[in-house]
């Protein structure tokens, strides 16, 4: 489902420079040690705090906000450096709730990999390479399932992924089957 080489490929966001699973993984190993993530998955609500050291602004919508933006859980906007969450997304955020973890470091991920530059979409054919929401997702992957601690750990199950990192079991299963697939675990 998420191959670069995938056919027929429905486009989720916008167009942005190509971006490898190689290269995604290298920015968020990179992401992590600039933000001083250890192995271990933080806590949401200090991780949350400790973004503004970085200058990334964490802005929570008021309830007529929310409202206008029914079905959005969060929003990068990288030109200002600001995360946007909607009340429930923060309070979830609050509770270390698994699946939050992940739509916090996808937003993250449109950030550090500067999505900021849209190509004309008519000059591409749709690749997950190409979509900002596919590199998001790997990215997220990536900074919340580090291959190298899940080699460490001999994490050879989806739960046991979703345990160790306090993640969904989804999100757990999709880097699980990818890996395999790749031949890494
Ligand atoms: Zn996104």
Same mark, same amino acid.
């Given at each position: 489902m998420d191959r670069p080489s995938d056919q027929g490929y429905r486009l989720r966001g916008h167009i942005v420079s190509p971006r490898s699973v190689e290269d995604i993984r290298s920015a968020a190993m990179g992401a992590q040690t600039v933000l001083g993530l250890s192995e271990m998955p933080p806590s949401m609500p200090d991780f949350l705090e400790s973004l503004t050291k970085f200058g990334i602004t964490v802005d929570v919508l008021d309830d007529d906000r929310t409202l206008t933006m029914a079905g959005v859980e969060a929003m990068c906007v990288p030109e200002t450096a600001t995360i946007i969450l909607t009340e429930n997304t923060y309070a979830a955020a609050r509770r270390d709730d698994p699946r939050t973890r992940f739509t916090i470091f996808h937003e993250l991920g449109h950030f550090v990999l500067q999505h900021t530059k849209v190509l004309p979409? +008519?000059?591409?054919?749709? +690749?997950p390479y190409l979509d900002s929401e596919w590199q998001a997702d790997q990215f997220a992957a990536e900074i919340t399932m580090s291959l190298e601690t899940i080699r460490k750990y001999g994490l050879n199950t989806p739960t046991a992924i979703a345990r160790f990192f306090r993640v969904s079991f989804p999100a757990a299963n999709k880097r699980h089957a990818q890996l395999r697939r790749k031949n890494l675990i």
């Open positions: 979409r +008519k000059s591409y054919d749709a +690749k």
